[in-house]
Each structure stands twice: as C-alpha cells, then as structure tokens.
T-cell receptor, first 113, second 115 residues
Framework: KNQVEQSPQSLIILEGKNCTLQ??????????LRWYKQDTGRGPVSLTI?????NTKSNGRYTATLDADTKQSSLHITASQLSDSASYIC????????????FGKGTRLSVIA | DTEVTQTPKHLVMGMTNKKSLKCEQH?????MYWYKQKAKKPPELMFV???????INESVPSRFSPECPNSSLLNLHLHALQPEDSALYLC??????????????FGQGTRLTVV
C-alpha cells in the first residue's frame, strides 16, 4: 500500500533556529515528491518538487533533500521566522497516475519568539 | 496567473439545504481535484477530473456530486449533508503530463459547516 510517513508529528522551535523535518515513503513506482506548507484553514502551498534524479532543491530558506534509494526526504528550514509556523506536508506521486497524490499527515511546526 | 480560486470561502448550511462549491483556474490545467480535509488531518482525495471527465471517485457518498462544466471550472454540489461532513474542502489543479511530473496548485479552500 502506498504510504507517506512524516516525523516528528509536531515541533516547537525558537525564532532564528534551524530545523529538519523527515518524510519516508513507500509509494511505487515513484514519480516525484513535493513539500507543501499549509497554514491553518488555508490551502497547501507548494515549496519544492523533486524527481528521482534530484537530490536537493532549495526555495529561499527551505531546502529539500531526496534519497530515492532509501525512499527518504527531508525539509530543512534555516533561520526560522514566526511566519514559518504551519503544517508541512510531504506528498508523493506515483508514475501511473492512478494515485494522483499520496499525502503524509504533516508536521505541525510552531516557531516561538 | 497561478491561482486556483474557490468560492465561497465559508459556508454554513442545514442538513436539508442544497448548495454548491465552486472552483476556477485559468492555467490551462486539464486535471482538477476535490479534496476533503478534517482538522489536523491531511487532505483526502474525493474526485479527480481529467479532460473534463470524471476519472476517479474515491467511494464518496452520493450526497456529494461533482461537475466539470468546462476545462476551467469545477463544482461540487451538496445535498442532504450530515454534520460530520463539516470540513475544509480543497480544490486543486494540475497539468496532465505523460511523465507524471506535474505541479499541483491548491485553492484556499471552502470552510463548510453543516448544522
């Protein structure tokens, strides 16, 4: 069964600090992996999208890594800001299109002053 | 324009009401999706339209009826809902691609409350 597991479930960090969120998946065949940021009550916003041939991709203070061999991804947030408080969702797509997007349960990040 | 627009933003309806959620995109995307999201849970896929035809229905109750009148619009008709149907309803769109590598854009959602 296609699954996406994220850890930790929730995280609290001080403003200015860095953090790393983890994502493991069993989706096969693998097409691409995305990280989304979702503010409470709003739609998810794409941060990065990576295919199997990409190891890392950055978007400002967000850097995603992908190891397609171990089926693991991470999202690193540098110099966190209060506005980074949100849920971060790892989403994996298979090659067949039969399962358009498989969502992880997300990591709830709280950045405090 | 990389926006997916959903209306209304908030909706309160009774269990005997009939209402519709609307979604619009002008990115030329040929795949459109409806998701349901309960609090502190990831979005759950409900329907997928591909080239204006329903391609996936994730065993959604018939009180939810999707409609895709054209390539830019996606509706979700609601009738005789239950309080447990209260949730954030998200619309998304993506460009169909033979490689499966497509960016999915989400709308801001409609917060539905059934009373």
């Amino acid at each position: 069964k296609n699954q996406v597991e994220q850890s930790p479930q929730s995280l609290i960090i001080l403003e200015g600090k860095n953090c790393t969120l983890q994502c493991n998946y069993t989706v096969s065949p693998f097409s691409n992996l995305r990280w989304y940021k979702q503010d409470t009550g709003r739609g998810p916003v794409s941060l990065t999208i990576m295919t199997f041939s990409e190891n890392t991709k950055s978007n400002g203070r967000y850097t995603a890594t992908l190891d397609a061999d171990t089926k693991q991804s991470s999202l690193h947030i540098t110099a966190s800001q209060l506005s980074d408080s949100a849920s971060y969702i790892c989403v994996v797509s298979d090659y067949t299109g039969n399962t358009p997007l498989v969502f992880g349960k997300g990591t709830r990040l709280s950045v405090i002053a | 324009d990389t926006e997916v627009t959903q209306t209304p933003k908030h909706l309160v309806m009774g269990m005997t009401n009939k209402k519709s959620l609307k979604c619009e995109q002008h990115m030329g995307h040929r795949a459109m999706y409806w998701y349901k999201q309960k609090a502190k849970k990831p979005p759950e896929l409900m329907f997928v339209y591909s080239y204006e035809k329903l391609s996936i229905n994730e065993s959604v109750p018939s009180r939810f009826s999707p409609e895709c009148p054209n390539s830019s619009l996606l509706n979700l008709h609601l009738h005789a809902l239950q309080p447990e149907d209260s949730a954030l309803y998200l619309c998304a769109s993506s460009q169909e691609s033979a490689t499966g590598i497509t960016e999915a854009f989400f709308g801001q959602g409609t917060r539905l409350t059934v009373v």
